[in-house]
């Protein structure tokens, strides 16, 4: 994934929802609807996502210092971590607490009823826009695998966060039209009760999603299975003979740190294993142009007694 492509469809999804979020809290403000304001949370908290997106992506640009000397690459996984906090705290956990409040004491809507189902029509509009946007980005990236994998294999952070996040609010949007909807018809408030309960269902689900998958890279992922088996067969070739050990690790989307410890020839020079290594790491970049940190063990392979 380009960084431009991912900063294309975070800034697509900001002025999105907060567009949104403005509509949702005007519809919220006359009607009273517990779905719209937890509707209207959400977006706001999906603003904050893709803020902290941005924020992430501009700290990882910095260089390496004596404090980071690889870098500050995992600044992406850092706040895609958070942002699966902030769906979790303030969009989920708050429209469940609001759920659990309009169900105690539901009340229909009774002023301005064609505001909620204006709001959310549009608000899908809004919505699949970005979601479009996300998804055109996220095609040359994902290749041949299906969305599921894109998400769960994918180094870069930051379209697997905007895919998961339009999908959800693109869901918790029919939910709460669904709620709303009954709500209108029914003259009964728990619809909209139940309309914001599984929109809080829904955004836990998604923080959770993404807290394992950002988890996981921050406390450092390997090369994927095709880039591992790529690096192995360019380190072998003059004066390399075979690979004894071999270790990886992505210090950002873009920065994949190689480790290996290498046979080279019982009789070579150190003037032949310098030459060999030097190849042998320009075979390697050639490969898989990401592998920018390299570091080469000479070894000889010893027979076990």
């Given at each position: 994934?380009?960084?431009?492509?991912g900063?294309?469809?975070i800034?697509?999804?900001?002025?999105?929802?907060?567009?949104i979020?403005?509509?949702?809290?005007?519809?919220?403000?006359?009607t009273?609807s517990?779905?719209?304001l937890?509707?209207?949370?959400?977006s706001v908290?999906?603003?904050?996502?893709?803020?902290?997106?941005?924020?992430?992506?501009?700290?990882?640009?910095?260089?390496?210092?004596?404090?980071?000397?690889?870098?500050?690459?995992?600044?992406?996984?850092?706040?895609?971590?958070?942002?699966?906090?902030?769906?979790?705290?303030?969009?989920?956990l708050?429209?469940?607490?609001?759920a659990?409040e309009?169900?105690?004491?539901?009340?229909?809507?009774?002023?301005?009823?064609?505001?909620p189902?204006a709001?959310?029509?549009?608000?899908?509009?809004?919505?699949?826009?970005?979601?479009?946007?996300?998804?055109?980005?996220?095609?040359?990236?994902?290749g041949?695998?299906?969305?599921?994998?894109?998400?769960r294999?994918?180094?870069?952070?930051?379209?697997?966060?905007?895919?998961?996040?339009?999908?959800?609010?693109?869901?918790?949007?029919l939910?709460?039209?669904?709620?709303?909807?009954?709500?209108?018809?029914?003259?009964?408030?728990?619809?909209?009760?139940?309309?914001?309960?599984?929109?809080?269902?829904?955004?836990?689900c998604?923080?959770?999603?993404?807290?394992?998958e950002?988890?996981?890279?921050?406390?450092g992922?390997?090369a994927t299975?095709?880039q591992?088996?790529?690096?192995?067969?360019?380190?072998?070739g003059?004066?390399?003979?075979?690979?004894?050990?071999?270790?990886?690790?992505?210090?950002?989307?873009?920065?994949?740190l190689?480790?290996?410890?290498?046979?080279?020839?019982?009789?070579?020079t150190?003037?032949?294993?310098?030459a060999?290594?030097?190849?042998?790491?320009?075979?390697?970049?050639?490969?898989?142009?990401?592998?920018?940190?390299?570091?080469?063990?000479?070894?000889?392979?010893?027979?076990?007694?």
């Amino acid at each position: 994934m380009s960084t431009d492509g991912g900063r294309k469809a975070i800034v697509a999804a900001l002025a999105a929802n907060l567009g949104i979020a403005a509509t949702k809290f005007l519809a919220f403000g006359l009607t009273r609807s517990s779905s719209m304001l937890a509707e209207a949370v959400h977006s706001v908290a999906d603003s904050g996502n893709q803020l902290l997106l941005l924020l992430g992506g501009s700290r990882a640009r910095r260089a390496a210092d004596e404090t980071h000397p690889f870098g500050y690459g995992r600044s992406r996984y850092f706040y895609a971590f958070l942002v699966a906090v902030v769906l979790f705290t303030l969009g989920g956990l708050f429209a469940m607490f609001e759920a659990y409040e309009k169900w105690r004491e539901p009340h229909p809507i009774d002023s301005w009823q064609w505001v909620p189902i204006a709001v959310l029509l549009a608000a899908i509009g809004m919505e699949g826009f970005s979601l479009r946007t996300a998804v055109h980005e996220a095609r040359p990236a994902k290749g041949d695998l299906t969305w599921p994998q894109f998400i769960r294999r994918s180094r870069a952070p930051e379209l697997p966060v905007v895919l998961l996040e339009d999908s959800a609010a693109l869901t918790g949007l029919l939910f709460a039209l669904a709620g709303v909807s009954l709500t209108l018809v029914t003259d009964d408030g728990r619809w909209d009760a139940a309309g914001s309960a599984a929109i809080g269902a829904l955004l836990i689900c998604v923080a959770v999603i993404l807290a394992r998958e950002t988890g996981s890279l921050i406390m450092g992922e390997g090369a994927t299975a095709e880039q591992v088996a790529a690096i192995r067969a360019a380190l072998v070739g003059a004066g390399v003979t075979s690979v004894i050990h071999l270790r990886t690790e992505y210090l950002g989307p873009e920065d994949l740190l190689v480790a290996a410890k290498i046979e080279v020839p019982e009789a070579a020079t150190a003037a032949d294993v310098a030459a060999a290594i030097d190849r042998a790491e320009v075979r390697v970049r050639a490969a898989v142009p990401i592998a920018r940190l390299i570091y080469l063990e000479p070894d000889l392979r010893h027979a076990l007694p």
